[in-house]
């Protein structure tokens, strides 16, 4: 189907058994995280700030005078976020917010392990990454983690134990060892890794059942756009199921490229600069004949929420799942005196058809928790084939 799709076509029309979509595009600019990251970006000059967030000014100024005291400026900066009731501002330093770079680049530095708590309450490993050195050393998921460093795993959140494997806490870099505490059955033992550093696979593909192809999504990082477009060309005729769930966000461009692989132009997302709206805009020339589902959950976040936003009120795309998690707020970054970095919000964007995300997030238009794919294959089966 071809032409151009309506501006806000109703949601729930399209749950009725014989569903129909408009097949047209829309997306396209940006940032990182739902901030954009260059100090020189054009938003930045003269952005208005929305009330109750802190002026960069505000905060550099705190930092520098803190320096001139002889205080940490970092904690200074700190303060002056935390008073300003800034929900999204944080201040890294430079060696978190170099990691946050590298993250965005899809590297990170650690041993290759994701892990979980399993129905019993331990820790468990749920994956390994082939190639890491927890490959190497012949760890496998569904090991129990007993330990890190010698720190109980089991009485930790999986968020310290992930931070104590990465070595955050330390500002540990590739080359520096943990020391884990395994179990696989009856057997224990210890094993000492030396950390790496990793690349993530942001995007994967498998083919369903029937004709639907599945691309998830962990996250934007760079080239995630690209990655997207091969894997539309690599796949069968027939539907794409495209997986967000749990993605926390990462770069606007990249959602943007993500986008643009699937629609031919049109309006993205609008935010304000110094009180005038300014859009974000799609590039043409995507993939509009595929039918097209997008599953959310309340871990889909950011420059996720803004790709579904998109997706769904310009008519592109069928979304099911439970409602997103709320973030539609623009940070920029601010380099402080001691090499750290604030990130401060500027302002909020909304969905083509004006919805606001953030604090709301986004109602799927069909609410689905277990068995979400066959629900996403039985709406892709009443969309039809492209001829």
């Keep these: 189907m071809s032409g151009r799709d309506p501006l806000c076509p109703p949601h729930r029309a399209r749950q009725g058994a014989a569903l129909t979509l408009v097949f047209a595009g829309v997306l396209v600019a940006g940032a990182l995280t739902g901030a954009f990251p260059d100090a020189d970006h054009p938003v930045r000059r003269g952005t208005t700030v929305p009330v109750g967030a802190p002026r960069d000014e505000d905060v550099r100024e705190a930092a520098a005078r803190a320096m001139a005291d002889g205080t940490s400026p970092m904690e200074a900066a700190e303060r002056a976020v935390s008073r300003s009731g800034d929900r999204w501002g944080a201040v890294y330093s430079e060696g978190e917010y170099q ?32 190639g890491s050195p927890a490959a190497a050393a012949g760890v496998r998921t569904g090991d129990r983690l007993r330990s890190v460093d010698g720190a109980r795993a089991d009485g930790l959140p999986v968020t310290e134990v992930v931070s104590r494997l990465r070595g955050d806490a330390d500002d540990a870099p590739a080359g520096t060892t943990v020391t884990l505490g395994l179990q696989r059955g009856a057997r224990a033992w210890t094993e000492t890794l030396r950390r790496a550093t990793l690349t993530t696979d942001s995007v994967t593909a498998r083919r369903l059942s029937g004709r639907a192809t599945l691309i998830r ?30 993605n926390s966000g990462g770069l606007v461009t ?31 020339g995507g993939d509009t004949a595929r039918p097209l589902v997008v599953l959310v959950d309340g871990g889909t976040m950011s420059a996720a929420e ?22 539609g707020s623009i940070q920029m970054p601010t380099k402080l005196p001691d090499g750290s970095v604030a990130e401060l919000t500027v302002g909020h964007y909304r969905t083509p058809c004006g919805h606001a995300v953030d604090g709301r997030g986004i109602t799927p238009d069909l609410e689905a928790g277990d068995g979400v794919l066959p629900r996403a294959e039985a709406v892709l089966s009443g969309l039809g084939d492209p001829d």
């Design 254 to 284: 990249e959602a943007v490229a993500t986008a643009s692989a699937l629609l031919d132009g049109g309006l993205v997302a609008t935010y304000d600069v110094d009180g005038a709206q300014r859009a974000l805009h799609a590039t043409p």
């Design 99 to 130: 990691e946050f770079q590298d993250a965005l680049d899809g590297r990170y530095t650690g041993v290759g392990l994701s892990a979980a708590r399993g129905q019993d309450g331990r820790i468990e490993v749920t994956g390994v990454q082939p």
């Design 306 to 327: 803004l790709l579904t936003g998109a997706l769904q009120d310009r008519g592109r795309a069928v979304v099911i799942g439970s409602r997103t998690f709320g973030k």
């Design 217 to 246: 999504i962990a996250s934007f990082t760079r080239g995630t756009g690209t990655r997207v477009r091969e894997a539309l060309r690599a796949a069968p005729a027939g539907g794409v199921v495209l997986d967000l769930r749990g």
